[in-house]
């Protein structure tokens, strides 16, 4: 099993930065991906990015160039740093490790932003 603890959500201004960080504890050999995803009122759960093999990452197209996600192995942390954000990044944010073709999740960090 995998448990996953996620923190740094909160409320910001348009324009502002958040960072989140996810930290897997627990059996964590044999991760293979770590991501973020996150889940507006209303709307289904998306993918916001990714990476693999420790380097290997992907975005969705809305977050592009504004958000960038890192890996610190060592600490089993995942990171999310989120920079110009907009009203429309208001969600539900949550952590994803695949770990031998299973998913696991995290609990999910409110990310509020005003306009």
């Known amino acids: 099993q995998v448990q996953l603890v996620e923190s740094g959500g909160g409320l910001v201004q348009a324009g502002g930065s958040l960072r989140l960080s996810c930290t897997a504890s627990?059996?964590?050999?044999?991760?293979?991906?770590m991501g973020w995803y996150r889940q507006a009122p209303g709307k289904q759960r998306e993918l916001v990015a990714g990476?693999?093999?420790?380097?290997?990452?992907n975005y969705s197209d809305s977050v592009k160039g504004r958000f960038t996600i890192s890996r610190d192995n060592a600490k089993n942390t995942v990171y999310l740093q989120m920079n110009i954000l907009k009203p429309e990044d208001t969600a539900v944010y949550y952590c994803?490790?695949?770990?031998?073709?299973?998913?696991?999740w995290g609990q999910g960090t409110q990310v509020t932003v005003s306009s």
């Open positions: 994803n490790v695949m770990k031998w073709g299973i998913d696991y």
């Open positions: 627990g059996s964590t050999f044999g991760i293979s991906a």
């Open positions: 990476i693999r093999s420790g380097v290997i990452t």
